[in-house]
């Protein structure tokens, strides 16, 4: 196990409303993802870590933003969900240079 | 703008059959990733490929790249009913340390 906590592993909540996902890793690794998951699409890139403080776009980026203070946590940020941002979001870190990225457990996160 | 596609999309297979699972992706690129996903879990890392020509094996399951035609395969030999999952092939753009995903494939293995 690498050590991904995504945090929570479930949440409902209202449109409108701020909401922030936690990725928590416990091995020092330097790159961190944010994926969503939808039915017929893969998965997606938001946003990546690159070390902290240093961040950029993925491919649907447009509504989220992250933040990373310290190396072992990711944060994910929807200031203000909306239903189309329903999904299961997934953390990833990469291990080292030409390792698989190794995923956490998925957050399903539901925005009436 | 790398895509990825993956073929089919869907299958349904007998056990005791052979298959094949194609990845097309649309850039140049040497470094691919399979994965597999069970039902409502997390992603597990199956094959890394990261040269033409590499071939990597593992129980019933075998993957090739082939660089020069963007396709990558990942063949089922004798399927049996525990391979049925969702297999997804991952590419990373350019040595970027980004991965695009194909849409990934349904595999149900049927007795």
């Known amino acids: ?112 | 703008e790398l895509k990825v596609e993956q073929n089919p999309l869907f299958l349904s297979m007998q056990e005791g059959k052979n298959y094949t699972i194609y990845c097309n992706y649309s850039t140049t690129s040497d470094r691919l990733y399979w994965y597999r996903q069970d039902p409502g879990k997390s992603l597990e890392s199956l094959f890394v490929l990261l040269s033409n020509g590499a071939v990597k094996q593992e129980g019933r399951l075998m993957a090739s790249l082939d660089t020069k035609a963007r396709l990558s395969t990942l063949h089922i030999t004798a399927a049996v009913h525990d391979l049925s999952a969702t297999y997804f092939c991952a590419v990373d753009i350019g040595g970027s340390e980004k991965l695009v995903f194909g849409k990934g494939t349904k595999l149900t293995v049927n007795p």
């Open chain 1, 1 to 112: 196990d690498a050590g991904i906590t995504q945090s929570p592993r479930h949440k409902v909540t209202e449109t409108g409303t701020p909401v922030t996902l936690r990725c928590h890793q416990t091995e020092n690794h330097r790159y961190m993802y944010w994926y969503r998951q939808d039915p017929g699409h893969g998965l997606r890139l938001i946003h990546y870590s690159y070390g902290v403080k240093d961040t950029d776009k993925g491919e649907v980026s447009d509504g989220y933003s992250v933040s990373r203070s310290k190396t072992e946590d990711f944060l994910l940020t929807l200031e203000s969900a909306t239903s189309s941002q329903t999904s299961v979001y997934f953390c990833a870190i990469r291990p080292g240079v030409l390792k698989p990225q190794h995923f956490g457990d998925g957050t399903r996160l539901s925005i009436l």
